[in-house]
């Protein structure tokens, strides 16, 4: 089964609006943390935001927010007053305590923002 | 601090040629690990490291092999380069308890 699971290949959105990128997981750890990374078309890793498993409250760090929904198993990355520099790859990514601290990661997304 | 350091960023292989891409970070971390991403796909995860002297698989690591001698430094080896390798490698360390910090890749063909 798969670890990470992203359903939106590509998705577009206006400028200034928000817009929200699905993630759902798998894991029987307890202890997990999930994150969320930008990768532009010039290629590095950039990192937005990160939730722990036992973390109370969603995450936010200025412009996203993470919706974290520990029953449903889904981390959803939500990009509020989207900006034309939004448009890049976006990975969803989550990593086990007990596998040796191993990082999975979800196919991405492909977001688009549209002038 | 320099972070997580890849060298070379770009490279040509033939088929059959080995090569070493090299991996530093200073931030004193004890995980570290290797990915491939081919075109238009996630990252998979090759080999990994727990701290010095300590290895393991990840989901692809056939065809490749890695070294930790120290914390700093985690090479990963390819013998007999395939076509099948051409992608980008991205290292990549962690504290255990937070994100990862990504090198900036090295985009490998293998012709």
Known sequence: AQKITQTQPGMFVQEKEAVTLDCTYDTSDPSYGLFWYKQPSSGEMIFLIYQGSYDQQNATEGRYSLNFQKARKSANLVISASQLGDSAMYFCAMREANTGNQFYFGTGTSLTVIP | ?111
Not at chain 2, 4 to 22: D, H, W, Y
Not at chain 2, 27 to 37: D, G, K
Not at chain 2, 63 to 72: A, C, D, F, I
Not at chain 2, 80 to 102: D, H, I, K, M
Request: hydrophobic share 30%.
């Open chain 2, 1 to 111: 601090n320099a972070g997580v350091t890849q060298t070379p960023k770009f490279r040509i292989l033939k088929i059959g040629q080995s090569m070493t891409l090299q991996c530093t970070q200073d931030m004193n971390h004890n995980y570290m690990y290797w990915y491939r991403q081919d075109p238009g796909m996630g990252l998979k995860l090759i080999y990994y490291s727990v701290g010095a002297g300590i290895t393991d698989k990840g989901e692809v690591p056939n065809g490749y092999n890695v070294s930790r001698s120290t914390t700093e430094d985690f090479p990963l080896r390819l013998e007999l380069a395939a076509p099948s390798q051409t992608s980008v490698y991205f290292c990549a360390s962690s504290s255990g308890q937070g994100r990862e910090f990504f090198g900036p890749g090295t985009r490998l063909t293998v012709l």
